[in-house]
């Protein structure tokens, strides 16, 4: 495309972003909420246990904050790279 | 006035909102029919895809579930809300981007290929009707618990109410019905849930006194004194693989189906695709964050309102009647001792909960007034309705767009084509309703399918269609009948056919196996032959480029689609 360069700085910028937080999406529930359960039921989060409270509460309210964090960084790139594309 | 006159009053007064807005959104045209125009807002279309999404089964079922599961139920709660981050990331924004009507478009465009159309249009069509036959059901099972209607005559009404604003107004009236239904289902599931937190820890909101009070902590002291695990013991009822198994492939099936992917066709551009995939989840969260709290409190309520009580003391309860009746909840002296005990082991146990019961008897349990619980039996109709409107415009749209006009006729009319579009929907409709009146025997353990199959084909190929550019048709359809075939294989044989599980991965999990060898065929085939055509790695290049007219205005209808 007549854009290649730019093109690509921005595909490889919403790449990172969207692999970072899928990084985070998967510790959160696969890794907090199942591998690292049990360990981390030691503790308490209010008066459930940790582990638990992340499996049933706190992974559901990342996965939120998530999607609407990536919509935000997904307008800074549009409007940086819309610029730079002059188009 | 009584229960029974308000559920009436309540549910006609939703009804006739419905049919009011479906008449208000008719349409002509085939945008409106199949994308509402693309003109939805992206909170409108976060409403209306929490309610396309929300069923029947996560209104009534899914609380209960959890109260049996105990931690094991997180694999639902994860699951079914993990898979919207990954719709929101990888797949919503990109498909508004190319910008056409359904999930096979983007298949068949991507990958050239009539076959590999075809193949998505089936995979569509039998997801959607697997699911679609459920929520007639459970409409029929809402009208014969509430109003004491035949369930077949409750089914019938069901099928008449979608029929008239699907017809009617194809995704444009969907969307705003559900918008509604929304509305009705979110207001119908917290109030009891509401009033139960408040009553036992004396915190109205429900997530707050979940997490700060002393129930939950109480409830694993019951559950240890009668025999049973902690309610939060991790992996009581499966090992740990199989839940991680199990929850990856809810979340990667939520994120494949197609009546949920669709709702991102309908907003106005990507921007609005990937707000309102962050509300859509919001509203479910809602629902989803009140849930666990709902069914550890009505677990604990129940138990200690009736464990090693004297039964004739508890058969003077109003409740206890009436949910007995329906054969929900199901008492017997095996000891004869008077009392009646709950007991870890089937064959002692004298008490028998059912666990639709959890949800359905929280208003009556918690002493509610009637409309409240009129107001359940209607929220628990919206959920019904909303998903299965949703699923049937998919099916139509499956047959009347990308068989009967992309396929078939190519040549066919706006006008022609929204007939048909309407004739599918009519005819989708009275399947669905035929299923929903002779259910198969195994419609409960066929969920498993739909995400199984949403995991092992649509979801792979979407995905590397986008973040592979070397992607072809081969790769592409390779990748989806192994994963397919193995998935479907797996299901059959250890559901119907006795096979034991393999490794200690249920059926409901192994949709994540079936992704990972469609993904792994696909690559290794996909490097094994000829590099897709210039015009499609054009498009895949423009879908990856900020703000582009849509890739749909570059590979155009008569473009060389089948090369």
Same mark, same amino acid.
């Given at each position: !495309?007549?854009?290649?360069?730019?093109?690509?700085?921005?595909?490889?910028?919403?790449?990172?972003?969207?692999?970072?937080?899928?990084?985070?999406?998967?510790?959160?529930?696969?890794?907090?909420?199942?591998?690292?359960?049990?360990?981390?039921?030691?503790?308490?989060?209010?008066?459930?246990?940790?582990?638990?409270? !992340?499996?049933?509460?706190?992974?559901?309210?990342?996965?939120?904050?998530?999607?609407?964090?990536?919509?935000?960084? !997904?307008?800074?790139?549009?409007?940086?790279?819309?610029?730079?594309?002059?188009? | 006035?009584?229960?029974?006159?308000?559920?009436?009053?309540?549910?006609?007064?939703?009804?006739?909102?419905?049919?009011?807005?479906?008449?208000?959104?008719?349409?002509?045209?085939?945008? +409106?029919?199949?994308?509402?125009?693309?003109?939805?807002?992206?909170?409108?279309?976060?409403?209306?895809?929490?309610?396309?999404?929300?069923?029947?089964?996560?209104? $009534?079922?899914?609380?209960?579930?959890?109260?049996?599961?105990?931690?094991?139920?997180?694999?639902?709660?994860?699951?079914?809300?993990?898979?919207?981050?990954?719709?929101? /990331?990888?797949?919503?924004?990109?498909?508004?981007? %190319?910008?056409?009507?359904?999930?096979?478009?983007?298949?068949?465009?991507?990958?050239?290929?009539?076959?590999?159309?075809?193949?998505?249009? $089936?995979?569509?069509?039998? #997801?959607?009707?697997?699911?679609?036959?459920?929520?007639?059901?459970?409409?029929?099972?809402?009208?014969?618990?509430?109003?004491?209607?035949?369930?077949?005559?409750?089914?019938?009404?069901?099928?008449?109410?979608?029929?008239?604003?699907?017809?009617?107004?194809?995704?444009?009236?969907?969307?705003?019905?559900?918008?509604?239904?929304?509305? $009705?289902?979110?207001?119908?599931?917290?109030?009891?849930?509401?009033?139960?937190? /408040?009553?036992?820890?004396? @915190?109205?909101?429900?997530?707050?006194? =979940?997490?700060?009070?002393?129930?939950?902590?109480?409830? @694993?002291?019951?559950?240890?004194?009668?025999?049973?695990?902690?309610?939060?013991?991790?992996?009581?009822?499966?090992?740990?693989?199989?839940?991680?198994?199990?929850?990856?492939?809810?979340?990667?099936?939520?994120?494949?189906?197609?009546?949920?992917?669709?709702?991102?066709?309908?907003?106005?551009?990507?921007?609005?695709?990937?707000?309102?995939?962050?509300?859509?989840?919001? %509203?479910?969260?809602?629902?989803?964050?009140?849930?666990?709290?709902?069914?550890?409190?009505?677990?604990?309520?129940?138990?200690?309102?009736?464990?090693?009580?004297?039964?004739?003391?508890?058969?003077?309860?109003?409740?206890?009647?009436?949910?007995?009746?329906?054969?929900?909840?199901?008492?017997?002296?095996? @000891?004869?001792?008077?009392?009646?005990?709950?007991?870890?082991?089937?064959?002692?146990?004298?008490?028998?909960?059912?666990?639709?019961?959890?949800?359905?008897?929280?208003?009556?349990?918690?002493?509610?007034?009637?409309?409240? #619980?009129? /107001?359940?039996?209607?929220?628990?109709?919206?959920?019904?309705?909303?998903?299965?409107?949703?699923?049937?415009?998919?099916?139509?749209?499956? $047959?009347?767009?990308?068989?009967?006009?992309?396929?078939?006729?190519?040549?066919?009319?706006?006008?022609?084509?929204?007939?048909?579009?309407?004739?599918?929907?009519?005819?989708?409709?009275?399947?669905?309703?035929?299923?929903? #009146?002779?259910?198969?025997?195994?419609?409960?353990?066929?969920?498993?399918?739909? =995400?199984?199959?949403?995991?092992?084909?649509?979801?792979?190929?979407?995905?590397?269609?986008?973040?592979?550019?070397?992607?072809?048709?081969?790769?592409?359809?390779?990748?989806?009948?192994?994963?397919?075939?193995?998935?479907?294989?797996?299901? #059959?044989?250890?559901? %119907?056919?006795?096979?034991?599980?393999?490794? +200690?991965?249920?059926?409901?999990?192994?949709?994540?196996?079936?992704?990972?060898? @469609?993904?792994?065929?696909?690559?290794?085939?996909?490097?094994?032959?000829?590099?897709?055509?210039?015009?499609?790695?054009?498009?895949?290049?423009?879908?990856?480029?900020?703000?582009?007219?849509?890739?749909?205005?570059?590979?155009?209808?008569?473009?060389?689609?089948?090369?």
């Amino acid at each position: !495309m007549e854009n290649k360069s730019s093109g690509n700085g921005y595909w490889r910028a919403t790449r990172r972003l969207i692999f970072s937080l899928l990084a985070i999406w998967a510790f959160v529930s696969l890794g907090l909420g199942i591998i690292l359960v049990e360990p981390l039921n030691h503790w308490k989060i209010g008066e459930l246990p940790a582990g638990f409270w !992340m499996a049933q509460q706190g992974s559901i309210y990342v996965f939120v904050v998530l999607i609407f964090v990536y919509a935000w960084q !997904m307008d800074r790139l549009d409007h940086k790279y819309n610029k730079d594309d002059d188009s | 006035m009584t229960v029974e006159t308000w559920t009436y009053l309540l549910v006609s007064l939703t009804f006739f909102t419905y049919l009011y807005i479906g008449w208000r959104a008719r349409v002509r045209d085939t945008s +409106g029919f199949y994308v509402a125009g693309q003109g939805v807002p992206p909170l409108a279309n976060g409403a209306a895809t929490a309610a396309d999404w929300m069923s029947a089964a996560s209104f $009534i079922s899914m609380a209960g579930l959890i109260s049996t599961l105990g931690y094991d139920g997180s694999i639902y709660l994860m699951g079914w809300t993990g898979g919207y981050v990954l719709l929101a /990331l990888l797949l919503a924004p990109f498909l508004r981007k %190319f910008g056409k009507y359904t999930v096979p478009d983007f298949v068949g465009d991507r990958y050239y290929s009539r076959f590999a159309r075809v193949v998505a249009v $089936i995979a569509a069509i039998f #997801i959607s009707m697997t699911y679609v036959a459920g929520q007639m059901r459970g409409v029929g099972i809402v009208f014969s618990r509430f109003l004491q209607v035949d369930i077949n005559t409750g089914v019938i009404i069901g099928m008449i109410m979608v029929a008239f604003f699907a017809v009617l107004g194809g995704m444009k009236g969907i969307t705003w019905t559900q918008v509604a239904q929304y509305g $009705i289902l979110i207001v119908a599931f917290l109030l009891p849930a509401s009033a139960i937190a /408040l009553k036992l820890t004396g @915190n109205p909101i429900p997530q707050l006194a =979940f997490t700060t009070s002393d129930i939950v902590e109480r409830l @694993n002291q019951i559950q240890v004194d009668l025999g049973f695990l902690e309610y939060t013991h991790p992996f009581a009822n499966k090992p740990m693989h199989d839940v991680l198994f199990i929850t990856i492939a809810l979340m990667v099936g939520t994120a494949g189906l197609p009546h949920v992917i669709v709702r991102f066709y309908t907003v106005p551009n990507v921007r609005a695709a990937r707000y309102s995939a962050g509300w859509a989840l919001l %509203f479910i969260a809602i629902l989803y964050t009140s849930a666990p709290a709902l069914a550890a409190f009505a677990r604990y309520n129940l138990i200690n309102g009736l464990h090693d009580q004297k039964l004739e003391e508890v058969r003077e309860l109003d409740w206890v009647t009436k949910w007995e009746k329906t054969s929900l909840l199901q008492f017997t002296d095996k @000891n004869n001792d008077g009392r009646i005990q709950l007991s870890p082991n089937k064959e002692e146990s004298e008490i028998k909960l059912d666990k639709d019961i959890i949800v359905l008897s929280t208003p009556e349990v918690a002493g509610l007034a009637p409309w409240v #619980i009129a /107001l359940v039996a209607a929220g628990g109709l919206a959920a019904a309705l909303s998903t299965a409107s949703g699923l049937l415009l998919v099916v139509s749209s499956s $047959i009347a767009h990308d068989i009967y006009y992309r396929l078939v006729n190519p040549k066919a009319s706006e006008k022609k084509r929204v007939l048909v579009g309407r004739i599918m929907i009519v005819a989708a409709i009275v399947v669905a309703g035929y299923f929903g #009146i002779n259910p198969p025997d195994y419609v409960a353990s066929v969920v498993a399918f739909a =995400f199984g199959l949403a995991a092992a084909s649509f979801f792979p190929a979407i995905i590397l269609g986008i973040f592979d550019k070397r992607m072809n048709r081969d790769g592409a359809i390779a990748g989806m009948i192994i994963g397919l075939s193995f998935t479907v294989f797996y299901i #059959i044989a250890n559901k %119907f056919y006795g096979m034991k599980p393999w490794f +200690g991965i249920s059926s409901e999990g192994i949709g994540t196996v079936g992704m990972i060898l @469609n993904l792994t065929a696909a690559l290794i085939v996909s490097r094994l032959s000829t590099p897709p055509p210039q015009d499609v790695q054009n498009m895949v290049e423009s879908l990856r480029s900020p703000d582009h007219p849509g890739p749909a205005t570059i590979l155009d209808e008569d473009s060389e689609e089948f090369h």
